[in-house]
């Protein structure tokens, strides 16, 4: 008798009796709704670098990293003159030098000139196109990297003796691909005969040329090239029976004596004959010779030329 009421009791407060006894409710909640995030906006990576250098001639090449970018467009500006180079991957200047370069599904935009000048120096600016607009600055500095071959621009060598000649890439922003020695227009050829050998260090920018037991004819004109700078040239003359150190001050010491005779010559030219030169010749010749040691022929031309 008492059952039905309290079925009915249970219905009516919205409750409902399992067959295990327990009690259940059957109220339904709805879960609360989770508020969206705010979207990200485009922002530079830190590590981003901004200070880059290149050779005259090479390519130079600026990154710049957005991260987030969107459906935002990432620009180049020159800022020296606010000229708007590049636009996504579009170029909007006149010159073909520049160019972007971009792979999708990357973040990173890059600037290409190719080849760099030195008026291509200065600041630059990568823009993104947000609402305010946001950028960052990049320095290009160009420079010419020039190769110098230690010895000098002449060299006199001692037959059967060695040639060793060092060249290094100077100003060079990276190290040379490659450093290359000629003599004359060819390619030091390492197959003609044996003693040649080449060592180069790429992170010195360094390169050695040794040329063993040395003969006249290895005497000659060489050059030092590496990929990336200008070349640098040095005459080596392979001498037999002579000092080489007295040679290559011959010209040295025989440019003083010359000097003087030609002064006396210039001084008196209104009264100075055949036979006042060729007093001076016999007179000064031995003085000079016992402290110049100098080239008898190339003094006489000289005084021949001056009569």
Request: net charge positive; glycine share 6%.
């Amino acid at each position: 008798m008492w059952f039905p009421l309290l079925v009915w009791l249970f219905t009516y407060l919205g409750m409902s009796v399992g067959g295990d006894g327990n009690v259940s409710s059957t109220t339904e909640t709805t879960p609360a709704l989770e508020e969206p995030e705010p979207s990200s906006q485009p922002y530079f990576d830190n590590a981003t670098k901004r200070e880059y250098t290149a050779a005259v001639g090479q390519p130079a090449y600026l990154h710049c990293r957005v991260k987030n970018l969107g459906d935002r467009a990432v620009s180049w500006i020159r800022k020296r003159d606010l000229h708007i180079l590049t636009v996504g991957v579009h170029t909007y200047s006149s010159d073909a030098r520049f160019a972007a370069l971009h792979t999708d599904g990357s973040d990173v935009w890059t600037m290409r000139v190719a080849p760099a000048q030195p008026r291509d120096s200065g600041a630059y600016e990568c823009q993104v196109s947000t609402e305010p607009k946001i950028s960052l600055s990049f320095r290009l500095t160009v420079v010419v990297s020039k190769a110098e071959i230690l010895s000098g621009p002449e060299l006199f060598v001692r037959a059967g003796s060695d040639i060793n000649l060092t060249c290094i890439a100077r100003h060079a922003p990276d190290p040379p691909s490659f450093i290359y020695w000629y003599r004359g227009t060819n390619v030091v050829n390492y197959a003609q005969r044996g003693g040649i050998s080449v060592e180069t260090e790429q992170r010195t920018r360094t390169s050695r040329l040794l040329i063993a037991r040395a003969s006249p004819r290895d005497s000659g004109n060489y050059t030092c090239a590496p990929s990336s700078s200008d070349s640098a040239s040095v005459v080596v003359h392979v001498v037999s029976g002579e000092r080489p150190a007295a040679m290559q001050s011959d010209t040295t010491k025989l440019a003083p004596s010359l000097s003087l005779i030609l002064l006396l010559s210039t001084t008196s030219q209104s009264s100075i004959t055949l036979p006042l030169n060729t007093f001076l010749w016999y007179l000064l010749v031995p003085f000079f010779k016992l402290i110049s040691n100098f080239n008898l022929n190339a003094l006489k031309k000289s005084l021949c030329q001056n009569r």
